[in-house]
């Protein structure tokens, strides 16, 4: 008995043991055949660290808990830099015996703490479509569905909390956010019949069809309960709730799905009849202070789904709203909207869009003493039969004792009157007939952001059709007047025929565009200053459309006076202290326009002719303007860029390098004469520089631009061609007068990179030069693709100690001589072909010796330079001449009085090589000549005198 107590305990030691070591030794396999999977089937990054994944028998035996903690996916290709999901915890708990039956029970499944964000782009390709797909996994996949028909799988429960969803839908313009998501459900998926029980809440819930705002920031709860017919894919809902902050409703009926349609039997209706619930729908009311809005009155709200939706037929619909007799009231505010009623029906009973009524019986409510009344029909939306009647008066300080609008003062009568029965369609060139009128007595309006008022403020505006055709229409307005700072304005004008819209409008007085803009902002866009306008235009659109701009009497003048603009396309701001416009239909004459942009200033006078064309119609703008300017800072407009190594300035910059580049619009068409003090571009002052530039089919020419910089002075013609936007083009020719080498070399990339030995070097240089190539991000030029050629003259130039010359002299046997390279009135013939410069022969002193350079450079460093070093043989060439020729009886010189050497120079500028590759003599050589004669005395010369040449020869390589 013992025995079998003994080997029971170690069987259940064995088992024990089992579960907690099987998912430890065997995590590893498990983890790879993870990532083999995704890698097999998923076209997305999948971010996960192993030592978050947890996978234990123990916790819940018999069941296989699986978890995982911080794990990201990331889209490839188009969503390279989208994260699809963010998941801060997922858990499964899963039996595993059941697997063994085919019916797979997972017990539960917890989301937590995660973020998922969907994009659907223009065409509809969708960041979730992360799937592999190819023939043969199809093949696979058929093969693996038609083994697994018996397979079932149980979810018995699941769970998502504090989880936020953002659906992007750039195709059909739907832009939804779900903020603080928590959501939990059951049921048995392995009944053909079951009870599917949800409960949800959502603690910000916003919608965007379209760019417009529908839903903003509501709280949802959902209680949803559906009993789900599986075999007959038939939904019903049952018990359920949807509440939307306080406005709380419910469904009946049913859903049915097949493989192209949805078929739906719904009805809707609100669970609750106070008009406070669906009065917290109406955006910035439902906030804290919700609780202690009055309100009374009862409201009917219902509406039924019932048909086919597929991809070419809707359900029908309806919809009915009905406010009976409501009011409410801010509890600090003394004023309240009373007798508010409205009877609303939208119906629609075939799903055809165009067949939908539109039916508002009855709005009226009163704002304090301020009626509003009013119905419309519309019969239906394809050529809009409509009859409307709308009629208010409103004193809109009253509408502050109703909506508290922060910082805003408001006065003023404001009423409107509107009658319209008939036809909208453009098409047939039907319209309304209508008569209304609108208008504003003494209207004031006051913002705490600007704190001079707009008085005065009156408008009267009418429309009138009395025939139903568009060309009869009329919209006039005889007066629109106010005053801002003392300063009146007036405009009035009128607008009839709208199948060919004419108008005839006439503007004039001061306008404050800082008070304007703090009352109507203006999104991303900063704007103050004064702008005086006596503006006149008369004309159609059909003379617009067919560019007939001469038939446009527009004219008048604007004047603007401490004028600034500031927006994320100009971020540095534009301050105009005094501008001066007169323009006609052709031209605008700009008078005056003196403005600085930061610590740039400028003064702009000429005339700009086609401007109607060019800002209605994108057309060529023409124009002539005189540039004057005492400073102006070109780096304001050009972000930096690193400087590019040496050796690298070839290669395209990185996507976190890349910069704008200045690309000029096809459509201007100017000639600007420029006067400028001083001009800042890079790392670069001109002085004194006057030009005319000229503006063409995206093209900059520069004629005959003059300036100073780095103490001499430069010419130059030049163009800049931007047809090709992704990569400019230049060529100019640049003539340099005098300027020093050093700061030549500080101030010019292109000498950095292609002459590094300017650093060392002191003197003045000319330059005469002509060059092209292509502009890099970052308005940098490609050096790997630049050409050119020309001559620089250098004049008392010395470049000390020199790393080169210590080189040629050690090759030479002078490591004793002067490391120094003189150069003195020399011209440099140098040519530049795909970012390789080549360098003709030019004389300098090395040491004390004369030499000649030659050779060429590439980018990456590289030299291949020949050095000739002539040096003299000095007394000992003599002597050794001496001793041959009273050896040989002979009047010739052997030995030359200058010896050649030819040293290559290879390698980078960093790590040179040296190496002698020839040797000649030059000036005094007499030639070889052979004869008997002289052999027959050679042979009879005594020893003394071969051991005198002998000598002579010692010495001779002692110079060396």
Request: net charge neutral; glycine share 6%; with cysteine.
């Amino acid at each position: 008995m013992k025995k079998f107590f003994y080997a029971f305990g170690g069987l259940i030691v064995v088992i024990f043991l089992a579960i907690i070591l099987i998912p430890i030794l065997f995590r590893d396999r498990i983890l790879s055949e993870i990532d083999k999977a995704i890698n097999k089937n998923i076209d997305a990054k999948i971010v996960y660290s192993p030592d978050n994944i947890d996978i234990s028998l123990i916790k819940h035996f018999p069941n296989l808990m699986v978890s995982i903690k911080e794990l990201d996916v990331i889209g490839n290709g188009v969503f390279a830099n989208d994260t699809l999901a963010h998941v801060g915890e997922f858990s499964t708990d899963i039996n595993l015996l059941s697997a063994l039956k085919k019916k797979i029970k997972v017990n539960g499944i917890f989301i937590d703490k995660s973020k998922f964000n969907v994009i659907v782009l223009p065409d509809g390709k969708a960041n979730y479509d992360i799937a592999k797909s190819s023939e043969e996994e199809q093949k696979t996949e058929t093969k693996t569905e038609e083994s697994n028909e018996d397979l079932t799988i149980e979810i018995k429960e699941w769970q998502i909390q504090n989880t936020n969803i953002k659906y992007d839908d750039r195709q059909q313009k739907i832009l939804t956010a779900v903020n603080g998501l928590n959501h939990n459900g059951s049921g048995d998926f392995t009944l053909s019949k079951f009870d599917l029980e949800t409960k949800t809440e959502i603690n910000k819930l916003s919608l965007y069809y379209e760019g417009t705002e529908y839903i903003k920031d509501k709280h949802v709860t959902a209680d949803v309960d559906l009993l789900m017919d599986m075999a007959n894919s038939t939904y019903t809902f049952t018990k359920n709730s949807i509440k939307i902050n306080d406005f709380e409703f419910g469904f009946d009926g049913n859903l049915k799905m097949n493989d192209k349609d949805l078929i739906t039997d719904i009805t809707f209706s609100s669970k609750e009849s106070s008009f406070k619930n669906i009065l917290s729908l109406a955006p910035g009311i439902y906030t804290k202070e919700f609780k202690d809005l009055e309100a009374s009155g009862k409201f009917k709200f219902d509406g039924f789904v019932k048909g086919t939706y597929n991809e070419k037929s809707l359900p029908a619909f309806g919809l009915n709203l009905d406010v009976d007799n409501a009011m409410f009231k801010y509890p600090e505010l003394p004023t309240a909207i009373n007798n508010i009623n409205i009877d609303m029906h939208v119906d629609n009973q075939n799903g055809v869009i165009e067949d939908t009524r539109v039916d508002i019986k009855n709005v009226s409510l009163k704002m304090g003493k301020n009626p509003l009344e009013g119905k419309i029909l519309v019969k239906n939306l394809r050529n809009y039969p409509l009859v409307a009647d709308i009629k208010a008066k409103v004193d809109l300080h009253d509408l502050l004792n109703i909506f508290p609008i922060d910082s805003l003062e408001m006065k003023g009568i404001y009423d409107l009157e509107l009658h319209a029965d008939g036809y909208y369609d453009s098409i047939n060139d039907q319209f309304p007939k209508v008569k209304g009128h609108m208008g504003l007595k003494d209207g004031y309006i006051k913002s705490a952001h600007f704190p001079l008022p707009i008085e005065n403020i009156n408008l009267s505006a009418d429309v009138v059709n009395e025939t139903g055709k568009m060309e009869n229409t009329l919209i006039s307005i005889p007066n629109l007047s106010m005053i801002m700072n003392k300063e009146r304005f007036d405009a009035s004008g009128k607008i009839y025929n709208l199948n060919d819209i004419n108008w005839d409008i006439k503007a004039k007085g001061k306008i404050d565009i800082g008070a304007m803009t703090a009352i109507y902002p203006i999104d991303s866009t900063e704007m103050k200053g004064n702008v005086y306008a006596n503006i006149a235009s008369k004309g159609k659109m059909s003379d617009l459309d067919n560019e007939k701009y001469d038939r446009l009497k527009t004219s008048g003048q604007l004047t603007l006076s401490n004028f600034s603009y500031k927006n994320p396309s100009i971020p540095q701001g534009v301050m105009i202290s005094k501008g001066e416009l007169v323009f006609d239909p052709k031209k605008m004459e700009l008078k005056k326009l003196d403005g600085k942009i930061q610590t740039s200033d400028f003064k702009v006078t000429g005339s700009i002719n086609n401007y109607l064309a060019y800002a209605l119609k994108d057309d060529q703008l023409y124009g002539n303007l005189d540039l004057n300017s005492k400073y102006f800072d070109l780096n304001q407009f050009i972000s930096e860029t690193e400087e590019t190594s040496t050796g690298k300035t070839d290669q395209a910059p990185t996507q976190s390098e890349s910069e704008e580049l200045i690309i000029i619009p096809r459509n201007l068409n100017l000639a600007i004469m420029s006067s400028i003090g001083k001009l800042d571009y890079d790392n670069l002052s001109l002085e004194q520089l006057n030009g005319k530039v000229t503006v063409k089919n995206g093209i900059v020419n520069l004629n005959g631009l003059k300036f100073n910089m780095l103490g001499g002075h430069f010419g130059m013609n030049g163009v800049y061609n931007t047809q090709n936007t992704k990569e400019p083009s230049f060529e100019y020719k640049l003539k340099v007068d005098k300027i020093s080498i050093k700061k030549t070399y500080k101030s010019f990339a292109t000498v950095r990179n292609y002459a590094p030995v300017a650093e060392k070097m002191s003197g003045d240089c000319s330059w005469d030069f002509k060059m092209d190539g292509t502009m890099l991000p970052g308005m940098k030029p490609n050096l790997a693709k630049l050409n050119g050629d020309g001559i620089l003259d250098i004049m008392n130039a010395a470049i000390k100690n020199s790393d080169l010359v210590k080189g040629v002299n050690k090759i030479i046997n002078k490591s004793n001589s002067s490391s120094d390279i003189l150069i003195d009135d020399t011209k440099i013939f140098a040519k530049i072909q795909n970012g390789k410069v080549f360098v003709k022969p030019f004389d300098v002193k090395i040491g004390q010796y004369s030499s000649m350079i030659s050779g060429s450079n590439s980018l990456d460093g590289t030299l291949d330079y020949n050095v000739k070093v002539n040096i003299p043989t000095e007394s000992v060439g003599k002597q050794i001449n001496s001793l041959i020729n009273n050896a040989l009886g002979s009047n010739q010189n052997v030995i030359a009085e200058i010896l050649q050497v030819d040293v290559q120079v290879t390698g980078k500028y960093d790590d040179l090589k040296y190496k002698i590759v020839g040797t000649k003599g030059i000036g005094n050589k007499s030639p070889k000549k052979s004869s008997s004669s002289s052999e027959s005395k050679s042979e009879n010369k005594s020893q003394k005198t071969e051991d005198d040449v002998k000598d002579a020869l010692k010495k001779l390589k002692d110079l060396f």
